[in-house]
C-alpha cells in the first residue's frame, strides 16, 4: 500500500517515528521525513500502528 502524510496537517510531534522509525524520521529542522512510500510485509503493521497514533490523521494508506 502507498503511504501517504497530509504535510498541512502534521504537527512534526515525532508520535509515528516512534511507531515506525524506519519509516518516519524527523529531521534536523523537525520536518517530517518519510523514507519509504510503500507498505512492506515487514513494516505494516508498525505503519499501522503510527497511522493510529497520528493526532493530525495526518497519514493515510492508500491501495
Ligand atoms: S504522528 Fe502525525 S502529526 Fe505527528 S509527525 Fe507523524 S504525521 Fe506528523
New binding site residues.
Given amino acids: 500500500m502507498k503511504i501517504k ?3 498541512d ?9 516512534a ?1 515506525a522509525p524506519d519509516v ?1 524520521e ?1 529531521d534536523d529542522d523537525d520536518y ?1 521525513v518519510v523514507k519509504t512510500d510503500e507498505t512492506t510485509p515487514e513494516n505494516e503493521a508498525e505503519v499501522r500502528r ?1 497511522v493510529a ?7 493515510s494508506l492508500e491501495e
Avoid at 10 to 17: I, P, Q
Avoid at 53 to 59: M, V
Fill in positions: 502524510v497530509d504535510f496537517l502534521c504537527e512534526s510531534n515525532a508520535l509515528c517515528e511507531m518516519f524527523l517530517l503510527a497514533a497520528c493526532p493530525r490523521a495526518a497519514i
